[in-house]
């Protein structure tokens, strides 16, 4: 039993329902407000906005969908091609963008998500779980990174206030520990904090409980995402690519995997971590139906008075 149950607020995310900003394609009959509703139904108290034009974009058009399920807005994932030197007007400006409907739907604690743009490179899409020293960028391509994630997350702040998290993702150039080392030692710690991510770190052959002994109150965000080792298991012996194993459902519901969820939630509490707890399964449609695992997934929680 964990004492995080008066301090840790419980959410979930689109993706929970198939809303991927890696897959091209949509996920048929999900539409915003029946996603809302079976949110809210399950017993989430709060949700991130999903890809851009998912929900409203026009702020009090979002405050009122919210409102009306009596749901918060948490965070907003924004990915952006990080070491591309050309991709950092475009990529701040989708960030300025996406906290401005935030904050004006009246959400000024909500995080901007950064992360790298997610399956951008097919060289690590198609290595994602099994990403080696080898596989790093090279030093300045890291040094670029970094100073591009640190321009936007002050460039936010300065025009919206909002705070913003990196989140470290498979298929991604920052998926591994060490990767993530890099970066948050490249960066200012007032300026970006880490979204940590029980499940992709996982996959990515790290230790949740590690990161957080690790990272400690530089965490501001933690997605809770579980990781079927026997999945994680086949993809790498097959060397399935990262969308591969995703739809073979890698990130399985809560409990059925082999995050700590016990332990993380007691570093979460021995930090002093007052924020949310996003739960994030990404599925596809066809892998079961959203609704049901989403109150599986929240009745997992509240065995730790969640």
């Known amino acids: 039993m964990t004492s995080t ?19 091209e394609q949509s996920a048929a009959g999900y539409e ?34 919210l409102a009306s399920r009596s ?59 099994r990403v080696g020293p080898a596989d790093a960028l090279p030093d300045a391509s890291r040094e670029i990174f970094a100073r591009n994630a640190e321009h936007i997350a002050r460039a936010v702040r300065e025009s919206t206030g909002l705070r913003t998290v990196f989140h470290h993702h498979c298929a991604s150039f920052v998926e591994t520990m060490e990767e993530i080392v890099d970066l948050m030692n490249r960066t200012d710690p007032s300026v970006l904090g880490l979204c940590l991510d029980t499940g992709h770190l996982t996959y990515a052959g790290g230790d949740p409980l590690q990161a957080l002994d690790r990272f400690g109150s530089r965490i501001w965000h933690v997605h809770l995402k579980d990781c079927s080792e026997p999945v994680a298991a086949r993809a790498r012996d097959g060397k399935w690519d990262y969308n591969a194993a995703v739809r073979h459902g890698v990130f399985c519901e809560l409990g059925h995997g082999v995050v700590d969820f016990a332990g993380v939630l007691d570093r979460l509490d021995a930090i002093g971590y007052t924020g949310w707890a996003v739960v994030e399964q990404d599925v596809l449609p066809s892998l079961g139906t959203p609704a049901a695992s989403a109150r599986r997934n929240r009745e997992f929680l509240r065995r730790f008075s969640l």
């Open 32 to 65: 915003y407000d029946r996603v809302l509703d079976e949110m809210a139904t399950a017993g989430y108290a709060g949700t991130e906005l999903g890809d851009w034009g998912f929900m409203p974009t026009d702020p009090p058009a979002l405050a009122g969908a």
């Open 5 to 23: 149950s008066t301090k840790v607020r419980v959410a979930n995310a689109p993706c929970s329902w198939g809303v991927l900003e890696f897959e």
């Open 71 to 129: 749901l918060a807005l948490v965070g907003a994932f924004v990915p952006v091609r990080l070491a591309d030197p050309g991709a950092t007007d475009e990529g701040g400006a989708a960030a300025i963008r996406t906290a401005r409907l935030l904050a004006g739907a009246g959400f000024p604690g909500a995080f901007v998500v950064l992360a790298d743009d997610i399956a951008a490179s097919p060289e690590r899409t198609a290595i994602a779980g």
